[in-house]
């Protein structure tokens, strides 16, 4: 992309109504616009990472046997009332009413959806285990909307739901739900701790948030100091292998304690060593929960067994917040300058800086490093404005594309452009040749 041709809306002023630095920065960076309170449009920018972040949730639910579908936002309050929660949901559902008069309401959650859908087609046990899921837009009415996209009313989730025969064969989906959820949070560079907690209106008795650690966070944690060295890594799990997913289940929850709950303190305090304890607060970027028969009940979801019994499936219900994932992700990755986007999830790959744009060796040797990156299966970002080199610098820096190849006359002469981390904000002189191999490498394999 040329920046030029872009349509990239910085704000050079730090707006006054956001209090947390993602908002803010999201808000500079021309990557979302606040359309009315905690509904946002997805500028270009915005709306890239969004879609970088689902691609990787798509990837790892279809790694561990999920099928993707997608479900209306809007749905009838009929399904609501089969299952009991239609009046008890409260103010955070949005209803309404079309011209027939027909109760309606904007999905806050769609468990009463996926199990009408399952009833429909499903009649036996041969055709289960089944784990089906969408991303789609929920609607919560919250009373008080705010730090941007992290407490949106409008809201991009991914919630997936799973239909066993037999608790047993549940608690293996919850288990793989959790597994595959730590390697999508480590993918986008983030550590992610999956920390038992409340059920709230989902009901249910098993349920674990994932928490991702930052000053701005809403939930209290004690960890483990040794967790950083905790990573879910590559290694090789078959996610029908009931036993190796209860092993990473129990690797990795044994770590961390609510602050407010006292049971949990008490496991934590006999596993952890007083020195490593630390205390913290996360942003919660995901919950699962096994829920058994709450809906399946109700709304006659059965099948039947080998017997020939007519059972209500066991049911599980899990949701990963792709735009709340947004501003987790810049909460945990900024400076004073701006966004610094992880390699795993980055808008662009690499920003050019024509350092003098109409210089003909500068401009031609810009296009020739755009062209071999995009050859590589890259995608740069070349600002190609008629702008000072300080304004250009600034604008990478706030977007936060994790390499920089700055290009002059200067560098030039001597056969040189300049490669740079805007993590560390180390540079290396390196001819085109070699710079466009290195951005290659750091990319392989992401
Ligand atoms: P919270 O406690 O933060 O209100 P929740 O527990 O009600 O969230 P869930 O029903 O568990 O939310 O939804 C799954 C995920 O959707 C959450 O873990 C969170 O990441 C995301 N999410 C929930 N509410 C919002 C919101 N208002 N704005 C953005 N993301 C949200
Ligand atoms: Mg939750």
């Keep these: 992309m040329r920046l030029s041709r872009y349509f990239l809306p910085v704000l050079k002023e730090t707006p006054a109504d956001a209090q947390i630095v993602s908002h803010r920065l999201m808000l500079r960076a021309g990557m979302i616009k606040q359309m009315s309170a905690g509904i946002y449009a997805w500028l270009p920018l915005g709306f890239k990472m969004l879609r970088k972040i689902e691609n990787i949730v798509h990837e790892e639910q279809i790694r561990a046997g999920h099928i993707p579908v997608l479900m209306p936002t809007l749905q009838s309050a009929e399904l609501w009332r089969e299952s009991g929660r239609y009046d008890g949901y409260g103010e955070e559902m949005l209803r309404m009413q079309d011209r027939h008069g027909r109760d309606m309401l904007f999905s806050p959650t769609a468990e009463e959806m996926f199990t009408d859908t399952f009833r429909s087609y499903v009649k036996s046990y041969k055709d289960l285990p089944l784990t089906i899921y969408q991303i789609q837009w929920k609607f919560r009415d919250e009373i008080r909307p705010r730090f941007g996209v992290m407490r949106g009313r409008e809201f991009l989730m991914k919630d ?137 009940e109700p709304m006659g979801a059965t099948v039947t067994d080998a017997e020939g019994n007519k059972v209500p499936v066991h049911m599980g219900s899990h949701g990963i917040g792709v735009s709340r994932l947004l501003g987790a992700l810049i909460e945990a990755n ?18 050019i800086v024509n350092l003098k744009q ?89």
């Design 160 to 296: 997936g739901y799973n239909f066993d025969l037999t608790k047993e064969d549940a608690l293996h989906a919850y288990n793989r739900h959790l597994v595959s959820y730590l390697r999508t949070y480590e993918r986008m560079g983030l550590q992610a701790i999956p920390m038992r907690a409340e059920s709230g209106p989902i009901g249910g008795d098993n349920t674990h948030e994932f928490l991702v650690l930052a000053e701005t966070g809403e939930s209290g944690v004690f960890y483990d100091s040794e967790i950083t060295d905790l990573k879910f890594g590559d290694r090789a799990v078959d996610y029908d292998d009931v036993e190796q997913c209860q092993g990473v289940l129990e690797e990795f929850t044994s770590r961390y304690a609510r602050t407010d709950d006292t049971h949990d303190q008490a496991v934590f305090e006999a596993q952890v060593p007083d020195e490593r304890r630390r205390e913290a607060r996360g942003i919660e970027v995901g919950q699962i929960f096994y829920f058994g028969t709450k809906y399946s």
């Design 358 to 446: 109409g210089d003909a060796a500068a401009d031609g040797a810009c296009e020739d490093l755009y062209k071999a990156l995009e050859a590589r299966g890259l995608e740069p970002l070349y600002d190609d404005r008629n702008e000072r080199a300080g304004g250009k610098f600034a604008t990478m820096d706030l977007i936060g594309l994790p390499w920089r190849i700055t290009v002059g006359p200067r560098g030039l002469k001597n056969g040189v452009v300049e490669l740079t981390s805007r993590r560390t904000g180390e540079s290396e002189e390196l001819t085109p040749e070699l710079a466009v191999a290195r951005v290659a490498e750091i990319y392989a394999g992401l």
């Design 334 to 351: 900024h400076d004073e300058n701006g966004i610094i986007w992880p390699e795993g999830v980055t808008p662009f790959h690499v920003g």
